[in-house]
């Protein structure tokens, strides 16, 4: 491998000492092909066309104290050296018409000549990998030494330095921690989901959408990215945040895009609107499923271009907001349904995350516990524990089959603080633990009884062991398969109710045969539902 | 193969330079580890690569580990060839070491090689090209080493620029190397090679070694010679019959007239306190010739770390006889019978 310096005439530096004395300075460039641990063979010295006299001293002294480096001279455009833009353009021009040969020989790129713009870009350049190299730096002697002086260089490849790393990974911890609210979550995907993020956070400004069922805490986490981005000085503006499902017909518009004065009755005064809210800051769009399709088509715009309408307005404003989205909802379906915009849709789930529920990871029922006793008592300035069975007893029941979470977080906290409110000198008792199960247990018998009401009642069809084990979705699906069979006069036509679209797809239908299939699965015959 | 433990002993450039001399001359292959192992930057620096690429350059070497930092060299050697050749040495490097490495190999040609060095002449890490004429050399001739050499041009660090010609002619047969006493002082100067530097740095060298040893106008030399860089060497010679020794002191960034005269006055009262006819620095020079010839013996003023070093590598590469034996408190006889 041969070693190749690229390096700017140091038209100060190199030029040190009148040309009699330049041998008692130190100049840069050429005590770097003196030194007796590196031997340059070639020197790539970049010379504007003003310094061509320099130039050649400072070759002709290399090539007299090391015969083994042959340089080239190249004349380049300086005559603007501090102007960044010129300098980084003639560099990258240099760079882009070098033929590098990466696998036969190395580089070095030298910083220590040219101005500090010129070795900002000469920095950037090879950070960037356009000069595919490392940095060289020089450094003088120390005072009345006879030496050449020193040489250090530098990888840019970061990963290369231990302390450095180390140091990444820590902020890169410290930002995952922060991102989960400083709780230890055990579950592995949550926390994958969580390291992802949080480089999403950091590098890309791009729209986020957080799915998940109602209370696995998206508006936290949402408010989180916005910390751990205003910590990261990403953003300056402020978090706003606006739950779509309050926002209904003209109002809507007008509380998202403001509206002028006048614009409609009652408007009597200008109103900016939310998006003009978060200008430079964050816009989180809660329940984003349920924005009405004129307000879709605004928002989208308000996205691409930055831009939108006011209401009554002729004029339209701009705002340069973060996007994070979130829902509860199946917005794919809502797409096909047409509820939804498509194009709203593929602009706004760049980064999808999916929000497991409290059930989904309940290794994180304790962790979360601790969390929120804590939070409740910074918030009332108190003591607040549980006593050892207390706390076994609540924590096998959020692990039982009985422990469904429907609300997931949301439920977690109103319980701790009926829990903690409910404690005489802090201390949370079994007594207490007892009195909260029932409440969550009557609570949660409640919700299902609630959801299963629309469909039939399927208890007279099959056996309650086999209902327990089977989840609220094919409890509805198999109400439907009951429904459509009794109303069909034969296993083909309930299979013609059922299969009504994908039927169509197929070359030849058997329905019936479908019908029977998943009957048998239950046990149970066509003939059997008619009779019941 | 031969395995040279390069930590060994003095542990730096010397041990590796005369492992490749005594393989070249001898033909015999050698390994080279654990290379200046050790010191702060380990392996091989550029002037240690110089004197390898020189002396591959002569014999048609094989040789694997010819890096920068290489801790390892193996040293394979081919036919030693005759001619002219041209070392570009650089600054860094010192052409002098390259001719101590590769002129005994020369000389056991049957044809003189003519050789062309450019770089470093008077850098004080190294014998000076004075030195090599004025003390080396003609003990050298004793040996039956023919060398002619010649300089155009002096080369001072850092600057460089040096430029120098030895003509190296076929080994005579000689007598047993024998060396044990100086004889009369025929003559004794004190000179100082100068350039670039104003002129009253030389005057005060040249005062201030008469303050101590007193010598007769003619006795003292100016010489401003022309260079690339600045440079100064103080040179306090002594010529008696059997021996001419030579005292350096080199000028440097810093170091004050006065004192680069009292460094080179040092070396000259200490070897005048001894009755011994070899310095310091030649004795370690003389042993690889010697062995290479009928052997002998000779007295120096010091055992030093580089001599005791040349003479494990000898050992191991060549079935000799050496001992050293102290005489007195600057006095050491050292024999070698081959």
């Known amino acids: 491998m041969k070693t190749v310096v690229i390096s700017i005439l140091g038209t100060a530096l190199d030029r040190r000492g009148s040309k009699r004395n330049r041998w008692s300075k130190w100049r840069p460039t050429i005590s770097m092909c003196q030194q007796e641990d590196l031997i340059i063979d070639r020197l790539e010295l970049l010379i504007d066309a003003r310094s061509q006299s320099l130039a050649d001293i400072v070759t002709e002294d290399i090539q007299e104290t090391s015969p083994e480096t042959e340089v080239r001279q190249h004349i380049v455009d300086f005559t603007q050296p501090w102007d960044f833009e010129s300098v980084y353009s003639t560099l990258l021009d240099f760079s882009r018409s070098y033929n590098f040969k990466p696998d036969r020989e190395n580089y070095l790129i030298h910083i220590t000549t040219g101005t500090h713009v010129a070795q900002i870009c000469l920095y950037l350049l090879t950070e960037t990998r356009h000069l595919p190299g490392k940095l060289i730096q020089t450094s003088p002697p120390s005072k009345d030494s006879n030496s050449t002086g020193e040489y250090q260089l530098i990888d840019l490849d970061l990963s290369k330095y231990d302390q450095i790393a180390s140091r990444f990974k820590k902020e890169h911890e410290e930002g995952t921690t922060y991102l989960k609210g400083g709780i230890n979550t055990l579950n592995a995907t949550f926390n994958r989901m969580i390291e992802h993020l949080e480089q999403v956070s950091i590098r890309s400004e791009e729209p986020i959408l957080l799915m998940g069922p109602t209370g696995a805490g998206k508006s936290q986490l949402a408010q989180r990215v916005y910390q751990l981005r205003k910590h990261r000085g990403k953003l300056m503006g402020e978090l706003v945040t606006v739950n779509c499902a309050t926002l209904r017909g003209e109002s809507a518009m007008s509380a998202l895009f403001g509206h002028k004065k006048g614009a409609f009755t009652g408007a009597n005064h200008e109103r900016p609107g939310l998006l003009s809210q978060a200008n430079g800051g964050l816009l989180f769009l809660d329940e984003i499923g349920e924005l009405g399709l004129d307000e879709q088509a605004m928002l989208l715009r308000a996205i691409e271009d930055k831009q939108f309408l006011p209401l009554g307005a002729d004029k339209e404003v701009s705002s340069d907001f973060q996007l994070i989205s979130g829902t509860n909802r199946d917005l794919l379906e809502a797409v096909n349904k047409g509820h939804f915009r498509e194009d709203l849709l593929t602009r706004i789930d760049l980064w999808t995350y999916t929000l497991p529920s409290l059930r989904e990871r309940i290794e994180d029922l304790a962790p979360n516990i601790d969390y929120e006793i804590e939070k409740y008592a910074k918030k009332t300035n108190s003591q607040i524990s549980f006593n050892k069975t207390a706390r076994e007893k609540y924590l096998s029941f959020g692990h039982s089959q009985q422990g469904i979470w429907s609300g997931n977080f949301r439920d977690l906290n109103a319980s701790i603080t009926r829990m903690a409110t409910l404690t005489n000198g802090g201390r949370i008792t079994s007594d207490i633990v007892d009195e909260e199960i029932v409440r969550l247990v009557n609570k949660w018998s409640q919700s299902i009884g609630k959801n299963s009401s629309p469909s039939l009642d399927i208890t007279k069809y099959l056996n309650k062991n086999t209902i327990e084990q089977m989840d609220y979705y094919e409890q509805a699906c198999f109400s439907v398969i009951i429904e459509s069979c009794k109303k069909a006069n034969s296993m083909a036509e309930a299979g013609r109710i059922l299969f009504d679209k994908s039927r169509e797809t197929k070359a030849s239908n058997n329905d019936s045969h479908r019908v029977k299939q998943i009957l048998t699965k239950y046990g149970i015959s066509f003939a059997q539902i008619k009779n019941i | ?338």
């Open chain 2, 1 to 338: 193969m031969i395995i040279i433990d390069g930590s060994k002993g003095e542990g730096g450039g010397q041990i590796f330079r005369s492992s490749l001399t005594l393989a070249m001359c001898l033909g015999k292959s050698v390994r080279i580890e654990n290379i200046r192992a050790g010191r702060k930057k380990p392996g091989l620096l550029r002037q240690h690569l110089t004197c390898l690429k020189a002396a591959q350059a002569i014999c048609a070497a094989d040789v694997s580990g010819a890096d920068l930092g290489s801790q390892e060299v193996i040293f394979i050697p081919g036919a030693l060839k005759p001619g002219e050749y041209h070392f570009a040495v650089g600054s860094a490097g010192s052409t002098t070491l390259v001719f101590q490495t590769i002129f005994p190999a020369l000389a056991m040609l049957d044809e003189s090689s003519e050789l062309l060095f450019e770089g470093g002449t008077h850098n004080g890490m190294a014998p000076s090209y004075d030195f090599i004429r004025e003390c080396f050399l003609p003990r050298m001739q004793n040996l039956g080493y023919c060398v002619d050499v010649d300089i155009e041009a002096y080369g001072f660090y850092p600057a460089g620029g040096g430029r120098w010609r030895a003509r190296i002619h076929p080994k005579q047969d000689a007598p047993v190397f024998d060396l044990l006493e100086r004889g009369v002082v025929l003559s004794q100067s004190a000179v100082v090679t100068q350039a670039k530097i104003p002129a009253h740095v030389a005057r005060r060298e040249l005062a201030c070694i008469g303050r101590d040893w007193p010598l007769a106008p003619e006795q003292q030399h100016l010489r401003f010679v022309e260079s690339r860089g600045p440079g100064n060497i103080l040179s306090l010679r002594l010529q008696m019959q059997n021996i001419s020794e030579v005292f350096e002191s080199i000028g440097e960034r810093g170091v004050s007239a006065e004192r680069v005269a009292q460094n080179a006055m040092i070396q000259v009262q200490q070897y005048l306190a001894s009755e011994a006819p070899v310095g310091e620095y030649l004795a370690d020079q003389l042993l690889i010739p010697m062995a290479l010839s009928q052997g002998g013996c000779f007295r120096t003023t010091a055992k030093s770390e580089h001599l005791v070093t040349n003479i494990a590598v000898i050992r191991q590469l060549m079935d000799v006889d050496i001992s050293i034996e102290k005489l007195g408190s600057a006095d050491y006889l050292v024999s070698l019978a081959v």
